[in-house]
């Protein structure tokens, strides 16, 4: 299995920008497909996007369609997401996930049996 890092959560301003890093290592990082999950205080967690090993298919959350961006460089093992035009609501902490190739049921975190990172925090203030 992989482990997964991830990295840049802070605090933002409403209708500003953040990315996020996760940084895998171990495994050969291309085989696997990568997810992004959020979860708030007193939320379950949440889908918001995934990304196939070789970047070429894309899935997103309605609620973070358009806004958010997930990319990845597998020849620095690392995936992104690139968030625009943030909300008060999208405040959680951002966990990325690994799996070899995409869940068929990507959406629900229950599916994503490989690695899970720590997470990091994402505060975006109104």
């Known amino acids: 299995q992989v482990q997964l890092v991830e990295s840049g959560g802070g605090l933002v301003q409403a209708g500003g920008s953040l990315r996020v890093s996760c940084a895998a290592s171990?495994?050969?990082?291309?085989?696997?497909?990568m997810g992004w999950f959020r979860q708030a205080p007193g939320k379950e967690r949440e889908f918001v996007a995934a990304?196939?090993?070789?970047?070429?298919?894309?899935y997103y959350a309605d609620s973070v369609k358009g806004r958010f961006t997930i990319s990845r460089d597998n020849a620095k093992n690392t995936v992104y997401l690139q968030m625009n035009s943030l909300k008060p609501e999208d405040t959680a902490v951002y966990y990325c996930?690994?799996?070899?190739?995409?869940?068929?049921?990507?959406?629900?975190?229950?599916?994503?049996?490989?690695?899970w990172g720590q997470g990091t925090q994402v505060t975006v203030s109104s």
């Open positions: 171990g495994r050969t990082f291309s085989r696997y497909g």
């Open positions: 996930a690994a799996e070899e190739g995409i869940p068929r049921y990507y959406s629900d975190p229950i599916y994503w049996l490989g690695s």
């Open positions: 990304i196939s090993w070789s970047g070429d298919s894309t």
